[in-house]
């Protein structure tokens, strides 16, 4: 195996390693979305490695060979979108640590399920600049967790900024792919994601010539992009979904029935395919697990979705054996990183024929694509 892939020798040297290659790498514009193999997509950055959404995260993904870079989209008190993977501050930053906010301790209830912690609606963006980044999964990811307090949450701007930056400075044309978490909850708030979203977008060259794709778990924000923004050469919308009788959050809220098990089936992607270019469901909603945790046979949804003229593209690959199929498990315990299993469950997967996928690690995501020619 390349150990140019597997090496891990700290977030600088492993930069430095990887530097000249990138340089060296064509600026075709639109590279990333036209590229005939699968796309690769950092999920929150390189995230089994560094701080979810932070500039190591992200740094790391690119330089270790990822097509595009994920910021997790809300939105603070006075308005401006940072990335978070979700509004509750409490496990990827170290909020519960500050006494300067302890008052602001509460519980809401967001997208059906009620949080208790410190919510990223009710701090201004000075204030969550005084905040530092932490692991989410600790125990997992000790690497990871030695960054901690290294770094400021960021703004959405400033990643389209380091996007560019970075392109400029590699030669690599890098993707990026927001999603809007939680539209119906920020709308309901008085902090709607969308047209900020899209004023963001408009205020940079960046993102008018950049590799995009919009992802959303909810359906009307992505209609109200695509009437929008229309048609856009370097854009693609993505339908997240989930599986069986899961609704859309903003399905419930208009008091709807429609769940993400009918939205997977041939005539519901048909209807994604309306305002989508992209239908992802989990890894598990492509090929399930058995009872006994092993990989069952593949579901006919990559077939269905290419029918209806999407492209597939899924989520999330993890490194560490508790989240790998059994097939792919090694002895060295649930929370240990199993860098030969997680290549060889991704390569099962692009055995289906999928169009692009989430990875935590993206330097084993290409390793995976290489060994896949």
Same mark, same amino acid.
């Given at each position: 195996?390349?150990?140019?892939?597997?090496?891990?020798?700290?977030?600088?040297?492993?930069?430095?390693?990887?530097?000249?290659?990138?340089?060296?790498?064509?600026?075709?514009?639109?590279?990333?979305?036209?590229?005939?193999?699968?796309?690769?997509?950092?999920?929150?950055?390189?995230?089994?490695?560094?701080?979810?959404?932070?500039?190591?995260?992200?740094?790391?993904?690119?330089?270790?060979?990822?097509?595009?870079?994920?910021?997790?989209?809300?939105?603070?008190?006075?308005?401006?979108?940072?990335?978070?993977?979700?509004?509750?501050?409490?496990?990827?930053?170290?909020?519960?640590?500050?006494?300067?906010?302890?008052?602001?301790?509460?519980?809401?209830?967001?997208?059906?399920?009620?949080?208790?912690?410190?919510?990223?609606?009710?701090?201004?963006?000075?204030?969550?600049?005084?905040?530092?980044?932490?692991?989410?999964?600790?125990?997992?990811?000790?690497?990871?967790?030695?960054?901690?307090?290294?770094?400021?949450?960021?703004?959405?701007?400033?990643?389209?900024?380091?996007?560019?930056?970075?392109?400029?400075?590699?030669?690599?044309?890098?993707?990026?792919?927001?999603?809007?978490?939680?539209?119906?909850?920020?709308?309901?708030?008085?902090?709607?994601? *969308?047209? =900020? /979203?899209? @004023?963001?977008?408009?205020?940079?060259?960046?993102?008018? %010539? &950049?590799?995009? +794709?919009?992802? #959303?778990?909810?359906?009307?924000?992505?209609?109200?992009?695509?009437?929008?923004?229309?048609?856009?050469?370097?854009?693609?919308?993505?339908?997240?979904?989930?599986?069986?009788?899961?609704?859309?959050?903003?399905?419930?809220?208009?008091?709807?029935?429609?769940?993400?098990?009918?939205?997977?089936?041939?005539?519901?992607?048909?209807?994604?395919?309306?305002?989508?270019?992209?239908?992802?469901?989990?890894?598990?909603?492509?090929?399930?697990?058995?009872?006994?945790?092993?990989?069952?046979?593949?579901?006919?949804?990559?077939?269905?979705?290419?029918?209806?003229?999407?492209?597939?593209?899924?989520?999330?690959?993890?490194? *560490?054996? =508790? /989240?790998? @199929?059994?097939?792919?498990?090694?002895?060295?315990?649930? %929370? &240990?990183?199993? +860098?030969?299993? #997680?290549?060889?469950?991704?390569?099962?997967?692009?055995?289906?024929?999928?169009?692009?996928?989430?990875?935590?690690?993206?330097?084993?995501?290409?390793?995976?694509?290489?060994?896949?020619?």
């Amino acid at each position: 195996m390349n150990a140019r892939y597997l090496s891990r020798r700290g977030f600088i040297g492993g930069l430095a390693a990887t530097a000249g290659a990138l340089a060296l790498a064509p600026a075709a514009m639109g590279s990333a979305a036209a590229t005939p193999r699968p796309t690769l997509f950092a999920h929150r950055g390189a995230s089994a490695l560094c701080p979810e959404h932070t500039l190591a995260a992200y740094a790391r993904a690119i330089a270790d060979g990822a097509d595009y870079i994920e910021p997790d989209l809300v939105c603070t008190r006075d308005g401006v979108l940072v990335a978070r993977h979700e509004a509750n501050l409490s496990e990827t930053t170290d909020v519960a640590r500050r006494s300067e906010f302890a008052g602001r301790r509460t519980r809401k209830t967001i997208d059906g399920a009620s949080h208790e912690g410190w919510f990223v609606d009710d701090f201004t963006l000075a204030e969550l600049k005084t905040l530092r980044a932490i692991e989410r999964i600790p125990a997992d990811r000790p690497g990871s967790a030695q960054y901690d307090g290294m770094f400021q949450v960021l703004t959405f701007e400033e990643i389209i900024d380091f996007t560019a930056a970075t392109s400029a400075t590699t030669g690599k044309l890098i993707g990026l792919i927001p999603e809007l978490k939680s539209s119906t909850y920020f709308a309901s708030v008085g902090l709607p994601l *969308e047209d =900020r /979203f899209i @004023a963001t977008l408009a205020a940079h060259d960046y993102t008018r %010539r &950049a590799p995009l +794709e919009i992802q #959303s778990f909810e359906i009307a924000n992505l209609k109200y992009l695509r009437e929008k923004l229309g048609k856009r050469a370097n854009c693609r919308l993505m339908q997240l979904v989930g599986l069986g009788d899961i609704r859309p959050r903003d399905v419930v809220a208009a008091g709807g029935s429609l769940t993400y098990g009918q939205m997977c089936t041939p005539a519901g992607l048909s209807e994604i395919a309306r305002y989508a270019d992209v239908v992802a469901p989990p890894t598990r909603g492509v090929i399930p697990l058995n009872k006994d945790g092993f990989l069952a046979e593949p579901l006919p949804i990559v077939a269905d979705a290419h029918a209806a003229g999407l492209r597939l593209e899924t989520w999330t690959f993890r490194p *560490e054996n =508790r /989240f790998l @199929a059994a097939d792919f498990r090694n002895g060295d315990g649930e %929370r &240990a990183r199993n +860098e030969a299993g #997680s290549i060889a469950e991704i390569r099962r997967y692009l055995a289906t024929g999928l169009d692009g996928f989430f990875t935590d690690d993206p330097a084993l995501g290409r390793a995976a694509l290489d060994m896949s020619k």
